[in-house]
């Protein structure tokens, strides 16, 4: 009767452990789903699709409190899974180039033109590709500029320059997080409970 008494008192602290685990894991879980929802859609961003039909999606994103800096992100679902990959930074530092935006005619290559300060000429440094899925740029920025000429050209020319994403006031960015947003990690934390109470049921 004394051993089975332990092994029950033994088997109520295990159980109880059990419990407690689920919960923490899945409180943990239920963070990250929430921080990876939101580098998708974070608060202080402003859309600027593309002029495709449906439309491909990109975002430029205010970051930072004192120094704000502007960042492009492409979003390419299920290509960008991890994150939303970065094209460029939109509000740099004065000594460098000046950015420039823009979508080709059929709205399927998002890229960025970067000029001198002391230049006329602007050439294109980074972009990307939703049709292929790819990042294109290169180190030699010439090199880069050839390549992606040479692909917006043939996917309808280079569109018009997108604006209005190098604003530094951050009321401008205020797209908010979006209510489905909040499902993954509410399942998650309930699926963990429902496993809890049945664990301690058991007791």
Not at 64 to 79: H, M, N, T
Not at 104 to 127: I, P
Request: hydrophobic share 40%; glycine share 8%.
């Amino acid at each position: 009767m004394i051993e089975r008494s332990r092994r029950g008192g033994w088997w109520s602290v295990l159980r109880w452990l059990a419990a407690v685990a689920i919960f923490v894991g899945a409180l943990f879980g239920a963070l990250c789903a929430a921080a990876w929802v939101n580098s998708f859609y974070p608060k202080n961003r402003i859309e600027k699709p593309g002029p495709s039909s449906p439309p491909h999606r990109a975002f430029a994103e205010s970051i930072g409190f004192r120094d704000v800096s502007i960042v492009l992100r492409a979003s390419d679902w299920p290509w960008t899974f991890g994150r939303p990959l970065t094209i460029g930074d939109m509000y740099p530092d004065p000594r460098q180039p000046c950015p420039y935006v823009h979508w080709s005619g059929d709205g399927s290559v998002l890229a960025v033109r970067l000029q001198e300060r002391n230049e006329t000429r602007r050439l294109f440094d980074r972009a990307y590709d939703y049709r292929e899925h790819r990042e294109i740029g290169q180190y030699d920025r010439v090199a880069s500029d050839r390549e992606i000429m040479a692909l917006m050209e043939s996917r309808g020319g280079v569109g018009p320059q997108v604006t209005g994403i190098d604003e530094p006031k951050m009321t401008k960015y205020t797209a908010g997080y979006p209510w489905w947003g909040w499902l993954a990690p509410a399942g998650i934390m309930v699926a963990a409970l429902r496993t809890a109470r049945k664990t301690l049921r058991k007791m």
